[in-house]
């Protein structure tokens, strides 16, 4: 197992690195640098799962700590995941802008007559409501990814923790009963994560179909 958790550990630093590289990159190679990073994160993701695999056969005595560092390296990954996504939101956006400056400024305006009216202060007054009203459905999106993420980050945790927990129990030699409680409530808990997940796409849908 150390063998691969240092290898996942080593490119989770790499990442981390390659990060820096996308706030100087060029228009060019700026959706270079993100492919390469989702797919190290993805290539981790991978890993994890065999890592999560390796931990549950490390003796009983070095198998909480071997899960602990595995649980550390998926929040990592995962706070990687959601800044990735942070940025690509932020770079959408001022791309967005640029399209609609041009648009704007590349606007033919003709002539009635005598009478030449450039109606400028609607057009960006119209341009600046259609701004905003597509930044908050970005932010809401965004917030919709970042409660997702939480949640998987969550469930994750919480699936860790039962392990741990039946680890004790069994060691603890507590009883049968004892045992069924505890998995009942984390059934409960992966329902109620399910439920906030469905709950956030909801509202998304009825933001996206009356706001917009």
């Given amino acids: 197992m150390d063998p691969l958790f240092q290898q996942t550990h080593k490119q989770v630093h790499e990442i981390q690195s390659c990060m820096g590289r996308l706030e100087t990159a060029d ?67 001022r791309e967005q802008q640029e399209r609609q400056r041009e648009e704007l400024l590349s606007r033919t305006f003709t002539t009635n ?24 459905m970005d932010d809401l999106i965004l917030d919709g990814h970042n409660i997702l993420d939480g949640l998987r980050t969550q469930r994750l945790t919480l699936k860790g923790t039962q392990k741990k927990i039946l680890d004790i129990a069994n060691m603890l030699g507590l009883s049968n009963t004892v045992m069924r409680l505890i998995e009942k409530r984390a059934f409960q808990d992966k329902y109620f994560m399910i439920g906030g997940m469905l709950l956030t796409c909801v509202v998304m849908f009825l933001v996206v179909q009356y706001l917009t």
């Fill in 113 to 136: 007559d005598s009478d030449t009216t450039i109606p400028m202060d609607e057009s960006l007054q119209f341009n600046s409501s259609l701004q905003k009203v597509h930044n908050g």
């Fill in 27 to 93: 228009k060019q190679s700026v959706h270079i640098v993100e492919n390469e990073i989702q797919a190290s994160i993805d290539q981790i993701f991978s890993r994890l799962e065999r890592l999560e695999i390796l931990s549950s056969k490390e003796p009983p005595n070095k198998r909480q700590n071997a899960r602990l560092r595995v649980d550390q390296l998926k929040y990592d990954v995962q706070h990687l995941q959601t800044a990735l996504r942070n940025f690509q939101h932020r770079r959408h956006a």
